[in-house]
């Protein structure tokens, strides 16, 4: 069984910063992509920021400058650094672990339950 558990989120003011956190537990030998998508009130989830194990990484357009993916293999955890938030950031950001194996050979792609970033004065 694998479960990621993110933390970080919180109100914060439009110019504002903060740092989510995502770590992955279980039965894991490998993980071949961990990333963090977000869903805003009434869209689809999206891809926000996603780093390989091989350390390539792809953001969102909208947030390239801005927002930073980092990733320690040894933890099986992924940060994200959001720096000048915008109210257009206000979503629940979920952490995604993509070509997850585990210990017993099976694979797959896990998501944890969210934590809300709302950007507000």
């Known amino acids: 069984q694998v479960q990621l558990v993110e933390s970080g989120g919180g109100l914060v003011q439009p110019g504002g910063s903060l740092r989510l956190s995502c770590a992955a537990s279980?039965?894991?030998?490998?993980?071949?992509?961990m990333g963090w998508y977000r869903q805003a009130p009434g869209k689809q989830r999206e891809l926000v920021a996603e780093?390989?194990?091989?350390?390539?990484?792809r953001y969102a357009d909208s947030v390239k400058g801005r927002f930073t993916i980092s990733r320690d293999n040894a933890k099986n955890a992924v940060y994200l650094q959001v720096n000048n938030l915008k109210p257009a950031a206000t979503a629940v950001y979920y952490c995604?672990?993509?070509?997850?194996?585990?210990?017993?050979?099976?694979?797959?792609?896990?998501w944890g339950k969210g934590t809300l970033v709302t950007v507000s004065s």
């Open positions: 995604n672990a993509h070509g997850v194996v585990t210990s017993d050979g099976l694979g797959g792609d896990y």
């Open positions: 279980g039965s894991i030998f490998s993980i071949n992509a």
């Open positions: 780093l390989t194990s091989g350390f390539g990484t």
